[in-house]
């Protein structure tokens, strides 16, 4: 994903976070505020992103380990990458 991207969806999680119900930020009034809040938020999702691509990374190549590799984009490729990346996940993040 873009940093583009990344920023507006980091402005939009501000935003709606700022607006939810019972949720209170103190000072969000002030810009600077405002702008570490952004600033965070962007940090975690650019984190989630790099997660997301490490883990597609090591499921790929799980899967194009085995003897008799699926074909990507087959049914079998689809069903075997989502199962192995669950188990990725829950271990990475051990869950």
């Given at each position: 994903m873009s940093r583009?991207?990344?920023f507006g969806l980091a402005d939009r999680v501000v935003a709606d976070?700022?607006?939810?119900?019972?949720?209170?930020?103190?000072?969000?009034?002030?810009?600077?505020?405002?702008?570490h809040l952004r600033t965070e938020v962007f940090r975690v999702l650019e984190e989630e992103?790099?997660?997301?691509?490490?883990?597609d990374q090591e499921v790929r190549k799980t899967l194009a380990s085995y003897?008799?590799?699926a074909p990507e984009g087959s049914a079998e490729?689809?069903?075997?990458?989502r199962k192995t990346r669950e188990e990725v996940f829950k271990r990475r993040l051990r869950l």
């Open positions: 583009e991207r990344l976070l700022a607006q939810t119900e019972g949720v209170v930020i103190r000072g969000f009034a002030d810009d600077k505020v405002r702008g992103g790099r997660l997301e691509e490490t883990v003897s008799r590799p490729w689809d069903v075997l990458y």
